[in-house]
């Protein structure tokens, strides 16, 4: 059953239920994020939880059993076993008591995640999502992550002209045992942010819910900002991201078809359970002698968040040569506006000052 669910790896197993000091034993040597407990013989296994927390192991337990009544419940969690099982279950239902067990037991707590999806192909989500992160490190001085998550269409290698043999697919395939040393492997250090890049000449399995869980918890602590470019249709494993994100960008062009598609996105993303209010839509590639903001809203049945300039030729030079547009073009002036707003910063907040000493005594001295 497990092994059907595609998201588990066995590191030990018993046929007979071991004292519960055993059970603590076996923790401690294989660390595991869930333990499957079988509560048929409570007397031997009513200490294991507390034993588990008081010692700070991660292992989540979730016990089985065939019936239980409200007051053994009450016990059950008391006892520190909040995720229960009636016996037999499904594969389904194990995925789903493991999922909103682990999440109340350690939700993630970066509030600071941005997503960024197209209405549809081509609509710029990856650029936006490069500049924004760009802003964020080097206008307002942010630790930043920018995690690729289209491992199949992902482009952001070919824009930056950078391999990566590990990247996002091997942080995700490790994700559970990622540790500050091995982090240095994955990531990509570029215009100031570290990015986690996909490789889509390179065919994986599709990511798991379970191992973007995983990668977020790592990420968290180490970076102030975690921005994720996704595909434009959300799955299980992106809806991972969403449902944890501060803010989710559809990005869409000044064109019906991209307008009419941002609302469909719109509409999954609440499906998603994503709260309206947390979903925004950008309109890219922006010329005030084009289709006017009052009409895009109408379209959209909802308000244009910002909208950033159609600035084509300083865009084709930098991908020319593998970097982010100047900060004091229109596109990147726009991205510092939108990383403003998205990250709830100060409103006119401002760079700090990089004169070195000289410069400030020449300054002055003038």
């Excluded at 509030?111 to 650029?127: E, H, Q």
């Excluded at 199949?152 to 070919?158: D, E, K, P, T, Y």
């Amino acid at each position: 059953m497990l092994d059907e669910t595609g998201l588990f790896r066995l590191v030990y197993r018993s046929s007979v239920i071991p004292e519960a000091h055993e059970i603590v034993r076996v923790v401690r040597a294989t660390d595991p994020e869930v333990l499957l407990l079988d509560l048929s013989d409570w007397e031997r296994v009513a200490d294991v939880a507390p034993q588990l927390e008081q010692q700070g192991l991660r292992a989540l337990p979730v016990g089985y059993l065939e019936d239980w009544t409200p007051g053994q419940q009450m016990v059950f969690e008391r006892a520190g076993i909040p995720a229960l099982l009636r016996e037999p279950f499904s594969p389904g239902e194990l995925v789903r008591a493991v999922y909103e067990g682990l999440h109340r037991a350690y939700p993630i707590t970066n509030r600071n995640i941005l997503a960024f999806l197209p209405a549809k192909a081509g609509s710029g989500a990856s650029t936006v999502a490069l500049h924004t992160a760009a802003s964020l490190a080097n206008e307002f001085q942010r630790s930043v992550l920018l995690v690729e998550g289209d491992r199949r269409s992902g482009v952001l290698s070919i824009l930056l002209n950078r391999e990566t043999p590990r990247g996002v697919a091997g942080a995700l395939l490790e994700a559970g045992e990622l540790t500050d040393l091995s982090w240095r492997n994955y990531y990509e250090t570029v215009s100031g942010f570290d990015v986690l890049l996909a490789d889509p000449g390179r065919r994986g399995p599709l990511p798991t819910w379970a191992q973007f869980y995983q990668l977020l918890r790592f990420v968290q602590s180490r970076y102030e900002f975690v921005l994720a470019d996704l595909p434009e249709v959300v799955n299980e494993a992106t809806a991972e991201v969403v449902r944890n994100a501060r803010g989710v960008v559809i990005v869409c062009t000044p064109e019906l078809p991209s307008i009419k598609m941002a609302a469909i996105r719109c509409a999954e993303l609440e499906e998603c359970e994503v709260p309206q209010e947390r979903i925004h839509v950008v309109l890219n590639r922006f010329e005030r002698d084009g289709l006017r903001v009052e009409d895009a809203e109408a379209a959209l049945g909802r308000p244009v968040f910002a909208t950033l300039p159609n600035d084509y030729a300083r865009l084709r030079d930098a991908m020319l040569e593998s970097r982010v547009v100047p900060e004091d073009s229109p596109l990147g002036r726009g991205s510092r506006a939108l990383a403003e707003k998205l990250g709830g910063l100060p409103e006119g907040l401002q760079k700090p000052n990089r004169f070195s000493l000289l410069q400030k005594l020449g300054r002055m001295m003038e």
